[in-house]
């Protein structure tokens, strides 16, 4: 629900906790503070809408629940070291700064296989 409005007293009523004991619970657990993160998913969302969609960057702001472009801009380079309009014109696409969703749980990573290919 990263497009919609989160508020850390929803947040802490849904899961039965006080807003204080969810956020130290979250931050022990994580190690990330809960609005840091939320920023943090959001932003990354938003990238992924940058490089994938042609909408404008005010539109992806505001969907994301950043209050202006400037806002946007401002949290966006902190996180990925380049302004918006830059990171959707780059030839490549760095996974820098994109921050996955926390996996709670029993999750492992796929084994590496080795693989020969015939020469050509």
């Known amino acids: 629900h990263l497009d919609q409005p989160l508020s850390l007293d929803n947040?802490?009523?849904?899961?039965?906790?006080?807003?204080?004991?969810?956020?130290?619970?979250f931050k022990n657990i994580t190690g990330?503070?809960?609005?840091?993160?939320?920023?943090?998913?959001?932003?990354?969302?938003?990238a992924v809408a940058l490089r994938l969609t042609g909408r404008p960057?005010?539109?992806?702001?505001?969907?994301?629940r950043f209050d202006s472009q400037q806002t946007f801009t401002r949290a966006f380079k902190k996180?990925?070291?380049q302004t918006p309009a830059s990171y959707r014109r780059?030839?490549?696409?760095?996974?820098?700064?994109?921050?996955?969703?926390?996996?709670?749980?029993?999750?492992s990573m796929p084994?590496?296989?080795?693989?020969?290919?015939?020469?050509?």
């Not at 947040?11 to 619970?25: D, E, I, N, P, T």
């Not at 960057?57 to 994301?64: E, G």
């Not at 084994?111 to 050509?120: A, F, G, I, S, W």
Request: proline share 6%.
């Open 79 to 81: 996180q990925f070291n």
């Open 111 to 120: 084994q590496p296989t080795m693989v020969t290919l015939p020469e050509t």
């Open 11 to 25: 947040v802490a009523h849904k899961a039965g906790y006080s807003k204080w004991h969810l956020q130290r619970m």
């Open 57 to 64: 960057i005010l539109d992806i702001a505001l969907q994301y």
């Open 90 to 107: 780059a030839l490549d696409w760095s996974s820098f700064g994109l921050r996955p969703p926390i996996r709670m749980g029993a999750f």
């Open 32 to 46: 990330h503070a809960i609005g840091a993160y939320i920023r943090s998913r959001r932003l990354s969302k938003a």
